[in-house]
């Protein structure tokens, strides 16, 4: 099929593109490319069709969402920390420019399905236990909001555009290629500040736990969406256990193969105290799906990043 994704060059969407062209889908990748030149997919040259435009630039989408017949939304101008002080930016950057996109798929290629990445870590908000897709979403974060309000108005043009649409609310991935100028997500900010020799800054207690997944587990989750064109539904994307903010300091003691310090620090106010994603329904859709070991992927995210850092200096 054609696919359209949207921030393909991304941290995670460069992942989905890889497993897409993996399965023999012509693939065109939209971001920006003011040299020509991919961050992440330079070992696909010749196999994708790249799309150089700004998400807000209404001809660019219209242009490139000819032909297609998937389209997956992984652009996000924001994280959960820069939105905090700032909640306008979420709905001029990411709501507004999201509406415009789902109103020109409608309009010019209404048989197009739509996969939008929202947030399994912001949308529900502060929560007890494992957080299935039923619970009522009570997000307190400029992001969160954000990304539910983006998820409504995706329901809003399923029902009364008839398009089709999977929303996959993601926890917290992790993996090589994350953005290490400006990380989001503990892992990378963690190694981030130990490849520069700062002390790790640990937010939290035992009492702190997240839903950690390898980036390309979510990658080949949310691919399959392309078996299923004639169907919508929201998912939970995560490895349905959680690690305390405590385990995952123990697990990088055991990885991290350079000295590093760190200080205990309360949780901050834009910091959820537990997220632990219900992933029933998502295996009900692929039961035999194996996910990666935590601790391995760990090591060899902290190899890739150490490696990066070695070009670098």
């Not at 921030?7 to 969407?13: A, C, S």
């Not at 415009?100 to 197009?112: G, L, T, W």
């Not at 390898?214 to 256990?241: C, E, F, H, K």
């Not at 632990?276 to 935590?294: A, K, M, N, T, Y």
Request: a negative charge; charged letters at 20%.
């Amino acid at each position: 099929m054609n696919i359209l994704v949207l921030g393909g060059d991304g941290f995670l969407g460069s992942y989905i593109v890889e497993n897409l062209v993996r399965t023999g889908h012509e693939v065109t990748v939209f971001d920006r490319f003011p040299f020509g030149v991919t961050r992440n997919l330079e070992h696909l040259h010749g196999n994708i069709r790249l799309f150089s435009g700004e998400f807000a630039n209404r001809e660019d989408i219209s242009k490139a969402m000819e032909g297609q017949e998937v389209v997956y939304h992984c652009i996000s101008a924001t994280n959960p920390a820069s939105s905090w002080n700032d909640p306008f930016i979420e709905i001029d950057e990411n709501v507004r420019h999201s509406i415009q996109f789902f109103e020109i798929v409608a309009q010019k290629v209404r048989k197009c399905k739509v996969v939008y990445l929202s947030s399994g870590g912001t949308v529900y908000g502060r929560h007890e236990g494992l957080i299935n897709e039923g619970t009522v979403p009570k997000p307190f974060s400029p992001y969160g909001i954000g990304k539910l309000t983006i998820e409504h108005f995706l329901n809003y043009y399923q029902h009364n555009e008839r398009l089709t649409a999977d929303i996959y609310r993601i926890g917290n991935a992790f993996g090589p290629r994350q953005p290490m100028h400006c990380p989001q997500g503990v892992i990378a900010k963690w190694m981030d500040s130990i490849l520069n020799g700062k002390e790790l800054l640990v937010y939290g207690d035992s009492m702190t736990v997240r839903d950690y997944i390898y980036v390309n587990d979510i990658a080949r989750i949310v691919s399959q969406s392309v078996d299923r064109l004639a169907n919508s539904g929201t998912y939970n994307v995560g490895s349905g256990y959680g690690i305390s903010i405590t385990e995952l300091l123990e697990t990088f003691q055991r990885v991290v193969d350079h000295p590093f310090t760190h200080r205990l620090l309360p949780r901050r106010e834009f910091d959820n105290v537990s997220v632990v994603l219900d992933i029933s329904r998502l295996l009900g859709q692929c039961p035999e799906f194996i996910f990666s070991d935590f601790q391995e992927k760990l090591s060899e995210t902290w190899n890739y990043v150490k490696q990066k850092k070695g070009e670098t200096i």
